[in-house]
């Protein structure tokens, strides 16, 4: 209850404070897109996405992908279209 509405406001501030190239990542990782996958459709050599990847995971506090994954479909599923 309150403490859960506070953590979702605290993922939400955290997201929201990554820079737009971030969010943008953080938004295909949460369709399930892979390294590759996002370097195409952001037009990104792997190596930049992997970086990507790292920076908003420790940005967030996440351990892993799958977490983070799971964080951004939640944070996306809460903003307005």
């Given at each position: 209850?309150k403490?859960?509405?506070?953590?979702?406001?605290?993922?939400d501030?955290?997201?929201?404070?990554?820079?737009?190239?971030?969010?943008r990542v953080?938004?295909?990782?949460?369709?399930?897109?892979?390294?590759?996958?996002?370097?195409?459709?952001?037009?990104l050599?792997?190596?930049?996405?992997e970086g990507?990847?790292?920076?908003?995971?420790?940005?967030?506090?996440?351990?892993?992908?799958v977490?983070?994954c799971?964080?951004?479909?939640?944070?996306?599923?809460?903003?307005?279209?």
């Amino acid at each position: 209850p309150k403490h859960e509405v506070r953590t979702m406001l605290e993922a939400d501030s955290a997201f929201e404070s990554l820079p737009p190239r971030l969010r943008r990542v953080a938004g295909l990782l949460a369709t399930g897109a892979d390294n590759a996958k996002i370097a195409d459709a952001l037009t990104l050599e792997l190596h930049t996405v992997e970086g990507y990847v790292h920076d908003i995971k420790v940005a967030l506090g996440t351990k892993d992908r799958v977490e983070l994954c799971f964080r951004a479909r939640d944070w996306l599923s809460r903003r307005p279209v």
